[in-house]
């Protein structure tokens, strides 16, 4: 049988101590918790421990002495989290679809430059104004395929962990419990 460590520190659950409440939130912001900013140490922390764990029934877990629980609060700080990592998971994923949606544009366009390009040499255009288009034509499509692509493959990878964390908060199951 487990004991209480063994299934606090279990792989689904995300196990933080607090010494109180504000170890969540930002010590530069006077609002009340409902409002106030999440501290960038709880984020850096919450993002390397979820990093590992699974997707479903993930928890995470507030350690916090007994003396300073106050149920109004966590309720309210609870409801915080569950928007804040609600709202950065939707604006991540617009943000994705945005620079995804852009990146295939400019592939297609730089591929319509490319068969102009082609088109005027294959019909054998001598004028000076097609030479040029052609000339113009070319690099510009080859640079906007391999722009878009390096969009498409890189620049939206580069948000995937943001993205992939607040996915997965967005459906913790956030507690608080004594130590």
Do not use: C
Request: glycine share 4%; net charge positive.
């Amino acid at each position: 049988m487990l004991s209480e460590k063994e299934v606090l520190f279990d792989s689904s659950k995300i196990t933080l101590h607090i010494n109180d409440y504000t170890g969540i939130f930002s010590d530069f912001d006077p609002r009340p918790y409902s409002k106030k900013a999440l501290s960038d140490d709880f984020l850096i922390e919450a993002k390397r421990a979820a990093k590992d764990r699974p997707d479903e029934n993930l928890e995470l877990i507030f350690l916090m002495h007994k003396k300073k629980r106050r149920i109004a609060i966590e309720n309210e700080v609870k409801k915080r989290l569950k928007n804040h990592f609600k709202k950065h998971y939707f604006l991540l994923g617009n943000e994705l679809k945005h620079i995804r949606r852009k990146a295939i544009i400019i592939v297609f366009i730089g591929f319509l430059l490319m068969v102009l390009a082609t088109y005027i040499a294959y019909m054998g255009y001598k004028d000076f104004e097609f030479y040029l288009l052609r000339i113009v034509f070319e690099p510009a499509g080859w640079f906007s395929v391999w722009f878009g692509l390096d969009q498409l493959f890189y620049s939206s990878k580069e948000k995937l962990p943001d993205y992939n964390f607040y996915k997965k908060m967005a459906k913790v199951d956030i507690k608080f419990m004594n130590y």
